[in-house]
């Protein structure tokens, strides 16, 4: 893989270090993802974390019930509406997720230098001495020097709440393990992880489908995190399920890399998917510690070079009970935007943490920060030479659009389209300028009823940096045979003015389709 090396727009000065960040409508152009749990699910809460900068709402299926998850989103649709800020639905799946079973939810205290017994029997009590779990197939998986990992809600590195086991023996189905530190495992949720051993499970699983077809039907998700995606099949499968169920043949699949296995087949995953989650906890386990960084920066440019959205995740764990990050960890989500990813994926730090709002607003300071000196000029000279000649129509058009908005200082770029491809063109060559994808909605019919699609397209921007969407009335059409589409033109500029985005006397670029033509035009502005 190529990695990117994108260095800091020159020259920084220091003094600039020292002054107050400027507040604005849109937190940062890099998009946060919150996942909603038990310290999250309150209108008050979602509503605090949209106006913090949150975009996409996650609804993790490898804990919780379908009730739950359907109350909390009720909750969500409350808090869009009062704040009127729009947000993406994320389903991600439990797939082949590997998790201790305690029914009786009582802490477990594990000792260092003793052995804790694995085994596939769930009717007996998770003890310090057993720990039952969810799988037959792990004595024929593992071998004597192996390595398991479990803690809660993934590994967190946190010697005193997760567990570090070393196979040391299999007995028929059990697998006996030697504890390497000592730590106590609260809550509801642990989950284990081997390293670096195939798991003999299906990617998308039963309970996957039928969360799937029943919750995922009902509230028309946007996106699916497909959890441990191995091969470029397990997407191809993952979609002929989709476009199975109406409501959702639109629904973008990203896919969720955790192991060495989908590690070893990006190229081929990336080729499928609508868009790539970097699950770093695990991915940490599998990989050793000092090569992580390499992957994330390799893979990140190939998904900046194919346009397609990048996720980080694991950023700022230690917000998950404290009210602010580590110096270190403040560094890694500078690092990640500079990296070129679209959005930073926040899990136990909203799910079950203390300060899930705190932890919104903080990253987004951190994304704004890193954004203002991200070498847009070097990114968009590789980015052109990376497409290659003859360019595309549309690709030359996006291109064009954001040089022309870089070289007149443009304050805004608006687009205006149907399918949303053309924004994500746009936001390829990630202008310093925020995009207002003006999201025209089309008529369709299938002889019994008339629809309009537009809300999803939407809404999948919002995980897209730099795309800030608006829907506009349907009875405007995106294509313009007249040479103008001043109606719908004027209400995304009055948009822009009313998030503080557009000034007087500012210019911005507008790229709408005339007739069988693409344009780029210049505004400038009056009072």
């Known amino acids: 893989m190529n990695s990117n090396h994108l260095l800091l ?3 920084i000065r220091m003094a600039s270090i020292l002054e107050p960040s400027k507040p604005s409508f849109f937190p940062a152009m890099t998009k946060i993802v919150g996942t909603l749990g038990p310290k999250s699910r309150s209108v008050e809460i979602i509503s605090d974390c949209l106006k913090a900068g949150m975009s996409v709402a996650r609804f993790d299926f490898s804990w919780g019930d379908i009730e739950f998850h359907q109350e909390t989103l009720e909750n969500l649709k409350t808090a869009v509406k009062s704040t009127r800020k729009l947000c993406a639905i994320m389903l991600d799946t439990g797939g082949p997720e590997l998790q201790v079973v305690n029914k009786t939810e009582h802490p477990i205290s594990l000792e260092a230098d003793t052995k804790v017994i694995l085994t596939p029997d769930q009717d007996k009590p998770a003890t310090s001495n057993l720990l039952p779990i969810n799988y037959h ?7 004597k020097g192996d390595t398991i990992f479990i803690g809660q809600y ?8 997760s567990v570090w086991l070393e196979v040391d023996e299999v ?3 059990d697998v006996v393990c030697l504890i390497k530190n000592s730590a106590t495992l609260s809550g509801t949720l642990y989950t284990l992880h081997v390293s670096q051993i195939r798991i003999d499970m299906p990617t998308l699983t039963d309970k996957d489908k039928e969360v799937i077809s029943t919750w995922g039907v009902r509230n028309n998700i946007d996106i699916l995190s497909l959890s441990y995606t191995r091969h470029a099949e397990d997407i191809r499968h993952a979609r002929c399920f989709l476009s199975k169920l109406v409501e959702l043949n639109q629904t973008q699949i990203f896919a969720k890399i955790e192991n060495i296995e989908g590690l070893t087949h990006f190229d081929e995953i990336l080729q499928e998917a609508d868009g790539i989650i970097f699950s770093r906890g695990n991915l940490g386990i599998d990989l050793p510690p000092e090569k992580v960084f390499l992957f994330q920066k390799a893979a990140l440019y190939k998904c900046n070079m194919m346009g397609k959205p990048a996720v980080v995740t694991r950023v700022v764990d230690s917000m998950t009970d404290n009210l602010r990050p580590t110096r270190a960890e403040a560094t890694d989500v500078a690092n990640a935007v500079l990296d070129g990813s679209d959005a930073i994926l926040l899990g136990a730090e909203t799910l079950r943490g203390l300060y899930p709002v705190e932890t919104v607003s903080t990253v987004g300071k951190i994304c704004a920060e890193a954004e203002k000196v991200f070498n847009q000029d070097l990114y968009f000279k ?3 030479k990376n497409v290659g000649e003859p360019m595309s129509h549309l690709e030359s058009i996006a291109s064009s659009a954001v040089r022309a908005a870089i070289k007149v200082k443009a304050s805004a770029i608006i687009c205006f389209t149907s399918s949303g491809r053309a924004c994500r063109l746009i936001a ?5 300028m925020p995009v207002i994808s003006v999201v025209i ?6 002889q019994l009823r008339w629809t309009f699609s537009g809300a999803f397209e939407a809404r999948q921007s919002l995980i897209v940096r730099g795309l800030f969407p608006m829907l506009a009335d349907p009875r405007h059409p995106a294509e313009s045979k007249s040479g103008s589409n001043e109606s719908v033109l004027k209400v995304a500029l009055d948009h822009g003015k009313a998030s503080g985005v557009i000034k007087p006397h500012d210019r911005v670029v507008v790229c709408q389709k005339l007739g069988d033509a693409s344009v780029v035009k210049i505004l400038e502005l009056e009072d």
């Open 382 to 384: 590789k980015t052109v």
């Open 171 to 173: 007995c028929s189905e």
């Open 428 to 432: 390829k060559y990630r202008p310093t």
């Open 154 to 161: 993934l590994f967190t590195g946190n010697e005193t709440t």
């Open 137 to 143: 197939g792990l004595s024929k998986a593992v071998k």
């Open 441 to 446: 909605p089309r008529l369709k019919t299938n």
């Open 9 to 11: 727009e020159e020259p």
